[in-house]
């Protein structure tokens, strides 16, 4: 069974950094696609950044200049990159991971990491 398991949140002051993961296990298949998305209290998820399997990689706006994504293959894990956090970046993130699976293209949720930004 295929999970993604994220990890690397916590509480950071306005200004500072965090590096999120999001590794996929159960599986032999590398992660060839991958999205981060964030939901504030009271919020509609929204899309962050995105590294597609054909394509550019992209990003919301409000985070461009601060948040970079990434995989590596070989520890089969996504990252997301965040510097100069903002009060408006906290929020729960997810990753969104595609894998082939089975013979076709599947997208896995990870379970949310919550990030808190305190001034």
């Known amino acids: 069974q295929v999970q993604l398991v994220e990890s690397g949140g916590g509480l950071v002051q306005a200004g500072g950094s965090l590096r999120l993961s999001c590794t996929a296990s159960g599986t032999t298949s590398t992660i060839s696609a991958i999205a981060w998305y964030r939901q504030a209290p009271g919020q509609q998820r929204e899309l962050v950044a995105v590294m597609p399997r054909l394509g550019r990689t992209s990003y919301a706006d409000s985070v461009k200049g601060r948040f970079t994504i990434s995989k590596e293959n070989a520890k089969n894990t996504g990252y997301l990159q965040m510097n100069n956090l903002k009060l408006e970046d906290t929020a729960v993130y997810y990753c969104?991971?595609?894998?082939?699976?089975?013979?076709?293209?599947?997208?896995?949720w990870g379970q949310g990491t919550q990030v808190t930004v305190s001034s």
């Open positions: 969104n991971a595609e894998l082939r699976e089975g013979g076709t293209w599947k997208m896995y």
